[in-house]
């Protein structure tokens, strides 16, 4: 009687119907198959509230709250944890890894050269070009290439602190189209520059006769190719003529790589990453797709479409097809964006305004002085080298994909250079179109943002995504600039923050991500000292980055990023309490267990033995017993 004088206004018809929605509610949760509780559940909500237990059925999470409450939907089925304190948090999201590029470095040698169709050329004794030429021909004797088949060789140099200016002379100034025709007469030959392949090839004559037979009007026009003294075409070829190779180029078989990429993906799902926004090629998104099909994808992959940048010619006709692709797709496979994959070069080749001292990070800087500043209309390429250009693809590109819908993401943008001339570019196109032509855009990774540009950005709207990564490098970078620079230029996240721009995490490399979340609350750098104190951010600002707001970034806000009922069920159990434990010490977390889409896809030995858990197809190993099977080169 009192709970009906309590709720004397509510009328009797309206409340048998709130007890019936409730009850029904109730039962059908009441099979919960994953309860956690007697734990510190940070669910990362709007409110970064905390709970005691979780309760998981099907995909989705069920139930977030008090244990008795949450312990009510369990069943004679359901798998029951005592958690005994430790924390819970969600699925870690990582928005800027080379996925492929990365599976096929530390387990390629699995498949060798022949299976992923890449011919590697050993620079380590390379004294001239005949060295140079030498092997290649060993190799063209050794594989016994069908005439006309295209060839891929990746050049393996290092051009990073120490590298040899000499080697970078024989690739960049001595090989060129004529030379790689005494080698391999009968073939299209395409060879890396030791350099991410999309910023630069060099070709043999009858790959730049294929080409510009076909494009010759494009690649005059956009570019970009080096010139010899004569001003002929030499073969090499920087973006947005590069990135037509990837149409030609031999691809690995999506049946071969699989089975590396599910060794890949069993090491993130032991530190607690279930969903990695990338960029992928073809072959490399049907090979996830297959893992998919077999119930052997472990990851949300949302990726960004790089195979169509360069290869489209005709703008305006060409990305009509794609103006609503953006978000499409399901919950484990999506489309986050179609962009250009780069607009500037990394390291010594980032797009800066800063005054560099040449020759202090790399071998390579001579050539490029300032960076490849794609988004410079000036820009031609190497210097003394390039070819004459007359428009600028990068900013056609920009304002085509605009005009139809088409998000920008997934983009290397690492020179403060590239960053003002992009945010210029965003600026003219709101003014055009309005500020939801550009909606949602985002540039990867932070690697020098001036900080005159923190305010700009958040007005217009733009995300960051930022490698803590780069904070390791600052030594480095404050020789090559200043310590002004390598202070206030690199990974700048909190004074973005407090200028209102939105940002997110990213590794841009193999590495535990703990260590990146460590990095980014200390800030200690490679020399052991810390670079950009005033940058050091919170822990909750920093799981913030890692889930909730990370969700934003790949378009499912709505279904990943946070604890809370009704969201896709994708949790990490951790062995120690993320909020108290020292932050010099992130870097030694150990998740105990990963759930991904309502499965445990991953437990630790201790964990598992504690609870005597061994859930069928999950993993039952540490991480550097996952990552002790690699065999290809580091």
Known sequence: MRLLSRRKSVPMLQLILLVACSASLLMGQGQADIILHNGKILTVDSDFSTAEAVAVSGEQIAAVGANQDVLRLAGPDTLVIDLKGKTVIPGLIDTHLHLHNYTESVYGGELGPERMRQYPVDWRAVESMEDVLTQIEGLMEKYQFRPGEWIYFQNQLQFRRGGSVEQVKILYDELNRWELDKVTPDNPVALSLGIPDFNGFLLNGKAMDIVMGKYGDFIQRYGRFWIDDAGRPDGHLEPPASRLLFQYLPDPSPEDVAPVYKKYLEELAATGITTVSTRLPRYSKEAYRLLELRGELTLRMAG???????????????????????GSGDDKVWVTSMAPTAVDGGGTRACSNQKKQLGAMEAIDNWWPTGQCHTDDEFRGAAGRAGPVQDNYFRDWMFATARHGIRFANTHVAGDRSVGNLLDMIEEIQQEMGPSATQGWAFDHCRYVDPVDFQRAARLGVMFSCAPKYIEDSPNIAKAFNDRVANNFVVPVKSMLDAGVKVVYEADRDVNVWHELELLQTRVASDGKVWGAQERIDRTTALNMITRWAAE???????????????????????????????????????QMTVFNGEVIFVHPQFAQEYSLRPSGAVIATYEELTARRTGRR
């Open 304 to 326: 960004g479409m790089q195979d169509y940048f360069g290869a489209i010619t005709d703008l305006e006709n060409g990305l009509k097809p794609f103006a609503n692709t953006t």
């Open 553 to 591: 970034y790949v378009l499912k806000p709505d279904k990943l990023g946070s604890i809370e009922t009704g969201k896709l069920a994708d949790l990490v159990v951790l062995d120690r309490d993320y909020m108290t434990i020292p932050a010099e010490e992130l870097s030694e977390m150990q998740p």
